[in-house]
């Protein structure tokens, strides 16, 4: 394309073909460069797992998918990112301390605990579920109260919480992994 250009250009403007290369890959690089005012987007996600799904290294970790979000090189949206998990014996490496960047780490989370979540705390809610039931061990928090939180779902009131955080505008992604897996975390969202 390059010899193309320059045999339609004459000669004498070949240096302007070279400042237009400049340019494009200083807006591939960094837009902000040419256009100062234009800030990249903020998006502030939170992504929740269960189960034996975690934000570690490991075969069921979430780390890759993690480090594409945040080093895919482009320009005009950065993600400040919340991992939380439904377990509350989630250690730190499977709430991905390896991971740099991210906003906050939380163990045993509930959508029904405001320092958790309300619907006003985040612009998106990614769930990536495994389980088909809470009600074992590592599920302290829920076991607590069994009335409250039924074993194969999320509770009334969490429910109601994220239904007013979509009413609100903010986007939800929830997916299983096959067959009924998953089905405790995502299965009843609406």
Same mark, same amino acid.
């Given at each position: 394309?390059? !010899? ?8 004498? !403007?070949?240096?302007? &073909?070279?400042? +237009?290369? +400049? ?7 960094? +837009?902000?460069?040419? /256009?100062?005012?234009? @800030?990249?987007?903020?998006?502030k996600v939170? &992504? ?13 970790? =979430? ?18 990112? *919340?991992?939380?998990? =439904? ?25 029904? @605990?405001? *320092? ?8 998106? /809610? ?8 809470? %009600?074992? *061990?590592?599920?302290? %928090? ?7 939180y039924p074993? !194969?779902?999320?509770?009334? @009131?969490?429910?109601?919480? =994220?239904?007013?955080?979509?009413? !609100? ?22």
């Amino acid at each position: 394309m390059k !010899n193309i250009l320059k045999d339609v250009v004459p000669e004498d !403007n070949h240096h302007l &073909l070279e400042h +237009l290369r +400049l340019r494009k890959d200083l807006v591939r690089k960094d +837009l902000s460069i040419l /256009v100062p005012w234009l @800030q990249p987007c903020r998006v502030k996600v939170l &992504l929740v797992t269960d189960g034996g799904l975690d934000f570690g290294m490991g075969d069921f970790g =979430l780390s890759a998918f993690i480090n594409c979000l945040q080093n895919d090189g482009r320009f005009y949206v950065k993600f400040d990112i *919340t991992l939380a998990h =439904l377990r509350s014996d989630a250690s730190n490496a499977e709430l991905g301390s390896a991971i740099p960047g991210i906003v906050n780490r939380i163990s045993g989370f509930r959508f029904d @605990q405001p *320092t958790h979540f309300t619907p006003s705390m985040y612009d998106q /809610v990614w769930l990536f579920g495994i389980e088909t039931n809470f %009600h074992r *061990t590592v599920y302290s %928090h829920r076991n607590s109260n069994k009335a409250v939180y039924p074993f !194969n779902r999320l509770s009334n @009131q969490e429910l109601i919480n =994220l239904s007013t955080f979509m009413r !609100n505008g903010g986007g939800i992604f929830a997916t299983g992994d096959h067959g009924s897996l998953g089905a405790a975390l995502c299965g009843s969202v609406i």
